[in-house]
Nanobody
Framework: QVQLVESGGGLVQPGGSLRLSCAASGRFININDMGWYRQAPGKQRELVATIRSGGSTNYADSVKGRFTISRGSAKNTVYLQMNSLKPEDTAVYYC?????????WGQGTQVTVSS
């Protein structure tokens, strides 16, 4: 079983930055692919960014050039550096991890971009 816990959300002004973290714990060896998704009120959950175990990354067009996904040295943590935040980035951000063909989700962390 894999547990994912996100942290780092909060309230930030437009143009500001936040760094989200997600740590995986449980009885496993190494998480495979990891990623960040978000869900705004009244909208479906959408992909923000993913990173594979080999390091390749993928970003939603709406965040390219502003967000950066990375993994920790232990490979079981993932970060999302968010710069130049916009009000439309406001959402609950979820971490997702793939382990042995199963996807696991964190509980989410709220990001609010507002002046």
């Amino acid at each position: 079983q894999v547990q994912l816990v996100e942290s780092g959300g909060g309230l930030v002004q437009p143009g500001g930055s936040l760094r989200l973290s997600c740590a995986a714990s449980g009885r496993f060896i190494n998480i495979n692919d990891m990623g960040w998704y978000r869900q705004a009120p009244g909208k479906q959950r959408e992909l923000v960014a993913t990173i594979r175990s080999g390091g390749s990354t993928n970003y939603a067009d709406s965040v390219k050039g502003r967000f950066t996904i990375s993994r920790g040295s232990a490979k079981n943590t993932v970060y999302l550096q968010m710069n130049s935040l916009k009000p439309e980035d406001t959402a609950v951000y979820y971490c997702r991890g793939l382990y042995r063909y199963n996807y696991y989700w964190g509980q989410g962390t709220q990001v609010t971009v507002s002046s």
